[in-house]
């Protein structure tokens, strides 16, 4: 049965993917925006609501089956994470009773970051809401690698990366998160929670390692103890899943379609 689905924060990266392969598999998503004449991609419909101020939600809301709630804000995800996601909910017609499916991240339910606790927080409202939902958190993609991580670190004049110390990851690709994502509205939901990740674990200096590689840059790598809570998430393997391993699209070959 052809379904109506909303994707919130459909213009962002993940959501960009995500509205590709619902398009690919012959949706014709709704993306909700804030901006007029926002442009989406060929195929999708744009609906213009902001979820922070609760204006347009109703209409974008009401004749949605699934909702993939992709929308969120590092910077300021009290108003658009916690507060954004309430509006969307009491948006939300009372004759109907949508699938959400709330992308959040590996490990919130184990740190203080200010961020982690905001999507934490967005995921309890979600969870006791009277709305059938999936929660699926997801370790952090390869792109978040590259420029949030290893590019930060480098020093093109002096020749060396620096990084912070004794970080791990597990970088999963976004057309292998999307994938996943768009293939859960096939699933019944039963408020689970489910986590993945991608298909192999690197600590930071083998990441780095590999990048110098495909960059062709004879680079030094430097140790950084730098302490904080952002960087402690990654120290502590909270934001690993081996278990649940995801995707085929590995660092190498993110690299090798990037580079």
Partial sequence: MKQTILVTG???TLGKQVVKQLIKQGNTPIVLTSKENATVE???TA???NLTLGTGLNEATAIADVIIHCASNPRN???VDIQGTANLLSAIPTDRSPHIIYISICGVDKSTYAYYQNKLATEKLIAASSFPHTII???QFHDFILHRILLPGLNEQESFIELPDKMSFQPIDIQDAAAYIVNSIREVPQGACLTI????VFTVRELATTYLAYTGKEYAIRDLSAQSDFHNIFRSGINLTPENKTGTITWPIFLQNTL
């Fill in 10 to 12: 459909g213009t962002g």
């Fill in 42 to 44: 060929e195929g999708a």
């Fill in 47 to 49: 609906v213009v609501g």
């Fill in 77 to 79: 995800s009290a108003e």
């Fill in 137 to 139: 958190r997801i370790t």
């Fill in 197 to 200: 990740g991608g298909p192999e």
